[in-house]
């Protein structure tokens, strides 16, 4: 048996920490090869390694991250990467992010477990089961409603804003405290 891809559109990108969130599968959908991945298809908290772009660590290049599998949403599964800090890893964080919604993910793996039948008057190919072994940014996949969820650059701006906008406060609150305090002794 040989190993196989799959691909989808979907992810978030944290470019502040390196990490990204990535729906890689969406359950459900005929894709492209006349598959459609099921709910239960992959195994929760499997790590993965993440591929450079286009699958390219099949070849010449170095993987540019690692990441682990959440099967947790009801539309598909999600793989949360962290990129490593090489050079590599780091260009192909920059190309996610500024793609944003261009930007699409596949997943190489094995086949545990299959039926062929039908959905919707359509001949597919239902994996039921499958040993995932690496994610990847693609230009193209074959199923284009898997998406990027989360960058931590997004989430981590937004963190630090709050962040400091509560800090603000308190500190706002706390002057206003000791200028009453002051006014009550005089």
């Known amino acids: 048996m040989f190993p196989e891809r799959k691909t989808f559109t979907s992810h978030d990108v944290k470019a502040a920490d390196g990490t990204v969130t990535a729906m890689f599968s969406v359950y459900g959908n005929i894709d492209h090869d006349g598959d459609v991945v099921t709910p239960g298809a992959f195994t ?10 286009n699958h390219s660590s099949w070849g010449p290049n170095l993987p540019v991250g690692k990441g682990v599998i959440r099967t947790g949403s009801s539309g598909g599964a999600l793989v949360e ?12 964080l920059e190309v996610i992010r500024e793609l944003g919604p261009l930007q699409q993910w596949s997943f190489g793996f094995n086949i545990l477990d299959y039926s062929h039948g039908d959905q919707n008057g359509t001949a597919v190919r239902f994996l039921k089961s499958l040993d995932v072994f690496e994610v990847s940014p693609v230009l193209r996949g074959s199923n ?14 937004r963190a630090r804003v709050l962040a ?3 800090h603000r406060t308190y500190a706002s609150f706390v002057l206003r405290q000791i200028a009453e305090a002051n006014r009550e002794v005089a």
């Open 44 to 53: 929760d908290g499997q790590e993965v390694v993440i591929s450079a772009y």
């Open 81 to 92: 990467a962290t990129f490593f800090k090489s050079q590599a890893a780091q260009d192909t």
């Open 164 to 166: 400091e906008e509560a």
């Open 144 to 157: 284009s409603a898997a998406h990027t969820v989360e960058t931590s650059s997004i989430a981590a701006i």
